[in-house]
């Protein structure tokens, strides 16, 4: 067998570009089955001995974490790179909560530095995720972390990190012939980046494989797996199951011209896409072994035709909704509840509210100003809730470098912050008034404003202005009138 395609995130970080996904192993142990670890650990061996030595977890995967440690440790164990994510519930996050994740990952992966800790944020209005993330970056400064990394994360949202100094290696993101979000805006950012997108999905939980070519549609309500329940809403955005069809004959038509399988072509468009350092291939260890076909997806060669007649059946799709991430923020909640339900109970208040005795209510993000000049960030009465001129402040820090765009998302997440802590939402937004400091940024800005308000369309004004500190390069204030 040929050595598997490498690629490098980092000078000391190499990973198999087809990397084995552990995330089936919470299936496996539902209904509190357990797992064997000494079991399920003798079944990574045949995976690394073909040359796939990269593996996928997280804290929320069953004993994933677990069982790579049980099999690192083993006398004479094979090199491997273990990658895994952090999911933290919504909410706020101490140092001491990050560094407590990060040691029970290591613990658990029996490893003193972990190659690649991805983070998961549920809300990017709740300003928790920035400072899990800048405690993270200590830790992967101290060496507890060889490199970071983010999961589900929109284009908008990496830009925010990179531009504010965190050094981020890989998203992972959904990716696959049914969902095309990440050939958008974020390969080519991430290209520009050196940011390697590590795809998951790209068999649409085994949707897409020669099992389901011509195969009755199923009963959407009756599936076997958490993947399937997920991906078939998936196929039902996209177009349902004869747009599921025109994609697999068309692989397939790809695949008999290549003696290869549907699945290996689904993968192999993927992994040929820009800024692609991976596709993830879930594995049930202990139960079956995929080992060998995906050896035939990495020697697998793809032509200009075969991507061309793919690519046409692509465009008779619909376009899954928004960006990399957004079906675990909002609507259609591409999950396998179709909502949040199984994997967040709440989603705590961004930020502290005073009530008044006249029952004003008022928000405040804890930035020095309001104590020392005396405001709040937001003021409820009634049904109004008018936000104050806001810039990308985040504790003593400024967020999105010199970058006015992901400075203006920023203080959008800032401002849907303040208005969700007081019972509003971007969606009661009536009015923005935006103030740049150089003209030169006013598109960047107002393409921002229009990613997260072009459904909204409040009234709107923008001008130039000379702002406080020099380190800030838009200022927004909001009024919203909730309705309801």
Not at 84 to 110: F, H, I, Q, S, Y
Not at 456 to 466: D, G, Q
Request: net charge negative; charged share 25%; proline share 5%.
């Amino acid at each position: 067998m040929s050595p598997i395609s490498r690629h490098r995130l980092a000078p000391d970080l190499e990973i198999a570009r087809i990397l084995t996904g552990l995330w089936q192993m919470a299936d496996q142990e539902r209904e509190g089955r357990p797992c064997d670890l000494e079991g399920a650990a003798d079944a990574m061996a045949p995976y690394v001995a073909a040359g796939f030595t990269t593996f996928d977890m997280a804290d929320h995967y069953g004993s994933s974490e677990e069982v790579v440690g049980c099999f690192r440790t083993r006398p004479g164990a094979p090199v491997t790179q273990l990658l895994t994510k952090w999911v933290p519930e919504p909410g706020p996050l101490t140092r001491d909560d990050v560094r407590a994740a990060v040691d029970r990952a290591r613990r658990r992966m029996r490893v003193d530095r972990i190659d690649l800790l991805q983070f998961h944020a549920w809300s990017y209005a709740h300003p928790a995720w920035l400072d899990a993330l800048f405690h993270l970056d200590e830790c992967r400064r101290e060496g507890l972390i060889g490199h970071l990394g983010l999961t589900n994360t929109d284009t908008a949202h990496l830009r925010l990190v990179v531009e504010s100094g965190i050094p981020i290696a890989t998203n992972q993101v959904c990716y696959s012939l049914l969902d095309q979000r990440a050939a958008r805006e974020m390969a080519a950012y991430c290209a520009r980046q050196g940011i390697a997108l590590l795809a998951f999905g790209t068999l649409a939980g085994g949707f897409l494989s020669d099992r389901w070519l011509g195969a009755p549609e199923p009963d959407w309500g009756a599936l076997a797996t958490w993947s399937q329940m997920k991906y078939g809403r998936f196929i039902r955005v996209v177009g349902g199951w004869e747009a599921l069809q025109r994609v697999l004959r068309a692989a397939r038509a790809v695949a008999d011209r290549h003696g290869c399988s549907v699945a290996n072509v689904a993968s192999r468009y993927i992994l040929d896409a820009p800024a692609v350092g991976g596709v993830i291939i879930g594995a049930r260890l202990g139960e079956r072994a995929h080992f060998e076909d995906n050896a035939r997806l990495d020697a697998l060669r793809l032509t200009a035709e075969d991507r061309a007649e793919v690519a046409a059946a692509l465009a008779t799709l619909a376009p899954v909704p928004g960006d990399c991430g957004d079906e675990y923020r909002k609507p259609p909640f591409l999950t396998a509840s179709g909502d949040l339900s199984h994997h967040v109970a709440n989603f705590p208040a961004p930020y502290g509210v005073e009530t008044a005795p006249d029952g004003t209510r008022r928000a405040f993000s804890g930035t020095p100003w309001e104590a020392s000049a005396g405001y709040a960030r937001a003021v409820r009465t009634g049904d109004r809730i008018l936000v104050s001129g806001t810039t990308a402040t985040h504790g003593d820090r400024a967020m999105g470098g010199r970058d006015a765009y992901a400075q203006a998302h920023h203080v959008f997440d800032k401002i849907e912050g303040a208005l969700q802590s007081l019972g509003g939402a971007l969606t009661d937004v009536v009015r923005t008034r935006i103030f740049v400091s150089r003209i030169e940024d006013w598109e960047a800005v107002a393409r921002a404003h229009g990613e997260r308000f072009g459904a909204i369309r409040p009234a709107n004004t923008l001008v130039r202005a000379e702002l406080i500190g020099a380190q800030y390069l838009v200022e927004i204030e909001a009024e919203a009138v909730v309705r309801g």
